[in-house]
């Protein structure tokens, strides 16, 4: 799955993040402090948004009706502290209507009954982030080498910002200018061991940059801890 969850109370959008990631480990998990937020996350990708109503600027309601009109086929779940809100919330036809606090259990069953149930994909393209492994439809992927199977890592750890090669000689060979005929071999070693499963899309080189398409791979885990395994910083 790809989900959103918007609340202005980042301890609410982690406990939900958490419980989604043991729900779905394989799905993509988002979170946001407000609508305008949500806006810049939300595409037709992501398939189900948890919604809390009373938050700063645009309210949950008001937000629904808008992303019913540009995302229809968007499953609606509010998450919320006043049940006395039930009723508005209905006249907008979400998926499901949770009270906080909210459990696991309740996750569960919303998920049970969405109105545009959610098909089933495969496996596709999945990067395990602790500890680091790269999988597709279930099969590791392996580089090779080591240096490979880091660097994939580091752009990983990226989240989809695109790298120099001047950052990339800096973090892995101190910025020496004579590795640059070795990163552009890591480079095409990635792409093809990534085309020969038909992944080799995720790869982006744009302006001298390169990168990856996060919206091609499922990252399951928490990024961050990328970094720690292999120290970069």
């Known amino acids: 799955m790809i989900t959103l969850s918007v609340d202005d109370q980042p301890e609410i959008t982690g406990l939900m993040k958490k419980m989604l990631g043991r729900i779905d480990p ?3 998990h988002m979170t946001a402090g407000g609508m305008d937020e949500a806006f810049t996350l939300l595409s037709d990708e992501v398939q189900i948004i948890f919604l809390d109503i009373e938050m700063h600027g645009l309210n949950g309601i008001e937000a629904a009706d808008l ?3 540009k995302y229809p086929k968007l499953n609606i779940i509010f998450v919320t502290g006043h049940p006395e809100y039930s009723l508005s919330a209905h006249g907008v036809f979400p998926s499901g209507f949770l009270t906080k606090p909210v459990d696991e259990k309740d996750i569960r069953r919303a998920l049970e009954h969405l109105r545009f149930p959610i098909e089933d ?4 393209l999945v990067v395990r982030c602790e500890p680091f492994a790269v999988f597709y439809n279930d099969q590791p992927l392996v580089f090779k080498s080591e240096i490979t199977n ?10 989809g910002a695109l790298c120099t090669n001047g950052e990339l000689l800096s973090v892995f060979w101190e910025g020496n200018p004579d590795k640059d005929g070795r990163l552009r071999q890591i480079v095409a070693d990635i792409r093809t061991v990534l085309n020969d499963v038909g992944a080799g899309d995720v790869l982006i080189k744009k302006y001298g940059r390169i990168g990856l398409d996060m919206s091609v791979y499922t990252c399951v885990g928490n990024i961050g801890s990328i970094n720690v395994q292999f120290g970069w910083y």
């Open 26 to 28: 394989r799905g993509r």
């Open 121 to 124: 994909k495969a496996a596709g």
């Open 67 to 69: 992303l019913a009109k």
């Open 150 to 159: 880091e660097l994939f890592a580091y752009l990983v750890h990226k989240n």
